[in-house]
């Protein structure tokens, strides 16, 4: 029997990230996989004021530190959070914010060393475990974060690829999503999805035995619940009207090759399972701004899973 933990969009939690490795050994999971929006999305500047001084401005308060010790412990705070800490003093940061070429270069910089580490700590973790780690970069996920993949020994970037979860179960991966409003990285349009989707298919030797771990749920599954917005992006009645956002694409995907288990994400206030005839659907959701990590485990035989559950914590 093999045991498989689902995690998705930790957005930049160091926190979650922590959670998310360390379940590997305390769940007794034999893989991890984490299915998108990895990253986090904002800088936090801390101003050097001189004589082990900073300050910082974090969540609509005011920080002043003194020391390193509140230094680190400040950084800390910022990073469980899902954000990036970056010392400054005020002359290069309004250099920098007057200049988005800059701007990309330093978030890009910064994500891909805050990464690598997490990459590293994965990695030191579980160096005397068996334990396999795969990820897929979001669509919220800038393309430039896939290299920093190349420092791990564990982790595999599991876009587009076929990877064996045991000898009965092949698993394909990707973390692009039907468009949103937001214009975000990894995103495309229904069409150009169903074709990448048609292609990783394709690579599978088993297709009733196999696991889509697509980041955006399948169209109008339960899953894919989202408050609507009007064209200012701002909640149509008071974010009570809920529609759904999900990808017709994963949906075809899903109903046309009837595979095993989809795994997804991208919706994270939509926690909870659907079934496409053979298919179970299941979407973890997310509390990443909590500090909070949801998954599920699931547990295979060899034509079948034997059970699932979810967890958060």
Known sequence: MTRLLFATDVHGSEKCWRKFINAGTFKNVDVLVLGGDITGKVIVPIFQKGNHKWESDFLETKYALNGEEELREHEKIIRYQGFYPYQTNQKEFDDINADKEKLDRLFNQVMNETFKEWLRFADERLRNSKIRVFLA?????????????????????????????????????????????????????????????????????????????????????????????????????????????????????????????????????????????????????????????????????????????????
């Open 137 to 313: 970069p979001g669509n919220d996920d800038r393309l430039e974060v896939d290299s920093a993949f190349e420092v791990s020994e564990r982790c595999l970037n599991a876009e587009g690829k076929v990877v064996m979860i045991d000898e009965y179960h092949e698993m394909i991966s990707t973390g692009y999503s039907n468009p949103t409003p937001w214009k975000t990285f990894r995103e495309e349009s229904e069409e150009d999805l169903a074709k990448r989707l048609e292609s990783y298919v394709k690579q599978l030797a088993n297709i009733p035995n196999s696991i889509f771990a697509f980041h955006a749920p399948p169209f109008d599954s339960t899953l894919d619940l989202a408050p609507e917005l009007d064209e200012n992006f701002r909640p149509v009645e008071g974010g009570s009207k809920l529609i759904p956002v999900g990808s017709t694409a994963v949906r075809e995907a899903i109903t046309k090759y009837q595979p095993l288990l989809g795994l997804h994400g991208h919706i994270h206030e939509c926690s909870g399972s659907f079934e496409f005839s053979r298919t179970l659907c299941i979407n973890p959701g997310s509390q990443y701004t909590e500090g909070i990590l949801c998954g599920i485990i699931v547990e295979f035989e060899k034509d079948k899973i034997k059970k699932w559950t979810s967890f958060s914590g």
